[in-house]
């Protein structure tokens, strides 16, 4: 066989290997191989196309990333026009839809007892994006267009094909020779977030909302542009079809699916319009936590003949309908800036706003989060504002309607007091300790100063210490916690121990009974957790996920007390910023003091003594250096050390020679760790910190045991829900076995989520990020694959 013959067959494997990964990843949703395997077969295919230019074809994956930039799009002409939906915005519009149905088919309107013909129709939630229309002719993606008018639309074929969920060839078999497929291009909210911070970094435009930004994205003249943003494609339905008859709008997507396009995870099969309400209701209660923004739900007549005898009124179809969601955007004025003390003493900014209905609910407060905020928003006092309740949050302010400023508005300003005890309010600073160095810049957050002698933060702490998965204290509610710091009969949580009958029976709504009840869960709150106790202590950054993980890995208050930050880091899923905090708090008198006091007020911990150290399984010395910040020690060259001077006094006994000497780092290098261990101060940081590791029982691992060159170095996973083949315990075992660490939690750090039946916040929390989601099946198979 000739080279180029060997090209073309390696060329072509390849190829379709990847719309393979391709189709699992975006249609099936199961992700068959890492990133990095995918990136590889990518690249191999990029250099063989590059060496073989004659060998390129458009429907390649490498050639999605969009040729030369236009000056206008050109006309579309849509030969089965695209329609637009009718809507439904109570009940009773789908009630009297159905009706409709019902009547236009002829079939009984249902008896006495609310039987006779149930309509079967198909549902999805309504993506909030821009309709397109993709054709295949013989199974390739020869155009893609705009709605348009319904008639008339752009030709944006060369954006649609940057769009990875777009496939370039249709899978599997049977496909008609010509195929029109119509779905909605949209962004989910994670790249959308993930879009404006890019944007806002480098200066450019930032959207309002993801919907915005999936129609500038698209609408771009140079497709290189649009190759750039996260977009996403959901198919829904087709126009024109040759040579195929499909039977049911159900069985018609699931069929698309099946040739490779992406299609709603929703989509569901009705009985009749209460089954439809159902699913509206369903859909509704999720709305907040599915990974993109739907503004309702479409419903369509299953069966297709049925479709063709409803027909079409006007330019919306008989045989389907938008139920859509309250409108969860208004506007209002916003008539003052307040600023409202927090726990941790973080001052921030509230829009009072004239009351407005706001999807179904009066709005009168809005969150603007911090000053940063502001200032993106450009907002002053007496603008006009859109304000937007998404699901269950907090109203937010989207945007200000700048032709509408009053002549007399006027700027936010923070107040340089606090507004609640008058303590000085400081601007936060960001400290980046990097390489041996510790940089300062502004941060968004101000802080009043006054901590538990300002009454908003007592209150707020109180509420926080007392709080069930806190200290447990049943009867203290938000009211009593502020009778009691108003009538100054509590100035610590430790106040809540020294409590008499006499104080408490004379506050408001209090009787003899309630306060023999209070002061009762009172006294046996005394015998918390080590956890509980952590986490009632309020550390700013640590909740009770991270409070858990330090009473479990140190199981003991003293141990936590004294962990320095370093050691901290080594604990899985806590950082620097962590650590730092952790550390501060403790060595903070005041918080000394208190803690003190609890103690000596018969606050009792439980469960003290065991050390089950649950530290990363890379605790190599090589880590350990590089985790010093020696300036310009990287970590290739933090392992080099480690392997040549096996130990940490040998590192720091080093002289000019044996550094000379060695290799795997560079001039700058050696200088550098000379001049670091040469001042006493850092060898003895380092000495205390190898020496508390050693003391909590890390265990050291030789050099040549480290992850790097394992399948999933690098990567974080996370387990939720149940597990049927292994238990969670085994699967962890086999993830750390193929180099990923396995976390507690989801961050946009997060590689993968492994979701079994029942699992909850943590699914919701990565489909919020857009992390990858796999369930157990795909699992296991990628561990198959690895033979793990
Ligand atoms: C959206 N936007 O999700 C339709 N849509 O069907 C769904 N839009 C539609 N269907 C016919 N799921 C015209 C528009």
């Not at 107040?415 to 810049?441: H, I, N």
């Not at 962590?578 to 609890?598: C, K, M, T, W």
């Amino acid at each position: 066989m000739t080279d180029a013959q060997n090209a073309a067959e390696r060329i072509a494997a390849l190829r379709s290997e990847l719309d393979a990964h391709n189709y699992r990843y975006y249609v099936l949703d199961e992700p068959s191989v890492p990133d990095a395997e995918y990136d590889r077969l990518f690249r191999e295919l990029q250099a063989l196309e590059a060496d073989h230019p004659e060998l390129v074809t458009p429907d390649s994956p490498t050639q999605r990333v969009g040729g030369a930039a236009l000056s206008a799009f050109g006309e579309v002409r849509h030969e089965v026009p695209m329609l637009s939906l009718g809507n439904a915005f109570e009940e009773g519009d789908l009630l009297d839809f159905d009706r409709r149905v019902r009547e236009g088919l002829d079939l009984p309107a249902g008896d006495l007892f609310g039987g006779g013909a149930e309509i079967g129709y198909s549902c999805e939630p309504k993506l909030d994006g821009l309709a397109v229309s993709l054709l295949y002719e013989q199974g390739r993606l020869v155009r893609g267009a705009t709605r348009g008018d319904g008639s008339m639309g752009e030709d944006i074929s060369a954006n649609v094909r940057t769009i990875r969920s777009v496939p370039l060839k249709l899978q599997g078999k049977g496909w008609p020779a010509v195929l029109e497929v119509r779905g909605e291009v949209f962004m989910s909210k994670a790249g959308f977030e993930r879009l404006n911070a890019a944007q806002a970094e480098t200066g450019g435009k930032t959207f309002a909302n993801p919907r915005n930004a999936a129609a500038g994205s698209l609408r771009q003249l140079d497709p290189k542009i649009t190759a750039s943003r996260p977009l996403e494609f959901c198919c829904y339905g087709v126009g024109r079809v040759e040579g195929i008859v499909f039977a049911t709008q159900v069985g018609m997507i699931e069929q698309l699916r099946e040739w490779g396009l992406p299609i709603s995870r929703e989509l569901k099969l009705a009985k009749g319009a209460e089954a439809c309400l159902d699913y509206y209701r369903d859909i509704g209660e999720r709305r907040a936590s599915l990974a993109y923004e739907i503004d309702g739900v479409v419903f369509k007549v299953n069966d297709i003949g049925q479709q063709r005898e409803l027909g079409f009124r006007a330019r919306e179809p008989r045989w389907a309908i938008a139920h859509k969601f309250p409108a969860s955007e208004e506007l209002t004025e916003l008539l003052d800036v307040e600023f409202q003390v927090g726990r941790t003493g973080a001052v921030t900014p509230v829009a009072r706003l004239r009351p407005v209905k706001v999807a179904g609910v009066m709005v009168a407060n809005a969150t603007l989060h911090n000053m940063d905020e502001v200032a993106r928003l450009g907002v002053m006092i007496g603008d006009t504002v859109i304000i937007r309740r998404a699901g269950d949050v907090i109203p937010q302010v989207m945007q200000v309607v700048t032709e509408r400023r009053p002549a007399d508005a006027r700027p936010v300003e923070v107040p340089q007091c606090c507004p609640v005890c008058g303590s000085a309010v400081e601007r936060t600073q960001l400290v980046k300790r990097s390489k041996g160095k510790e940089t300062f810049s502004e941060g968004s957050v101000y802080r009043c100063v006054g901590r538990l002698a300002c009454a908003a933060q007592l209150k707020q702490a109180i509420i926080h210490f007392v709080s069930r998965r806190a200290m447990d204290i049943d009867g203290l509610g938000d009211k009593i916690v502020e009778q009691l710091v108003d009538k100054g009969l509590v100035a610590s949580p430790a106040d809540l121990y020294t409590l008499t009958y006499e104080q408490v029976v004379e506050l408001e709504g209090f009787a003899e009974l309630s306060t023999n009840n209070l002061l009762a869960s009172i006294a046996e709150s005394r015998t918390p957790t080590l956890a509980r106790f952590i986490y009632a202590l309020g550390i700013p950054d640590v909740g009770e996920e991270t409070a858990k993980l330090l009473a479990r890995a140190l199981g003991s208050l003293e141990r936590i007390e004294q962990a320095l930050p370093e050691v901290l880091t080594y604990l899985p899923d806590v950082g620097g910023e962590v650590a730092y905090e952790i550390h501060s708090f403790f060595e903070d008198a005041h918080n000394r003091a208190v803690i003190e006091q609890l103690l000596a007020r018969g606050v009792e911990l439980q469960d003290q003594g065991e050390l089950h150290a649950e530290f990363a399984a890379s605790t190599t010395l090589g880590g350990f250096l590089d985790k010093l910040n020696i300036p310009f020690v990287a970590a290739t060259g933090a392992k080099n050390l480690a392997e040549r001077f096996q130990t940490l006094e040998g590192v720091i006994g080093a002289d000019w020679l044996d550094l000379s000497a060695m290799k795997g780092l560079n001039e700058k290098a050696r200088q550098s760790v000379r001049e670091f261990f040469a001042k006493p101060e850092n060898a003895e940081r380092a000495r205390a910190i190898e020496a508390q590791l050693r003391d909590f029982g890390m265990h050291w691992q030789s050099e040549k045991k480290v992850v790097e060159g394992l399948p999933l170095a690098g990567q974080t996973w996370v387990l939720t829900g149940t597990l049927d083949v292994m238990s969670r315990d085994v699967a962890k075992e086999k993830l750390e076995s193929l180099g990923a660490k396995v976390a507690g939690s989801v961050s946009a750090k997060t590689s993968c989520v492994v979701a079994g039946p029942g699992a909850g916040s943590k699914l919701a929390k990565a489909n919020e990020l857009g992390v990858k989601v796999m369930d157990e099946q795909a699992f296991v198979a990628l561990l198959d694959g690895y033979g793990a």
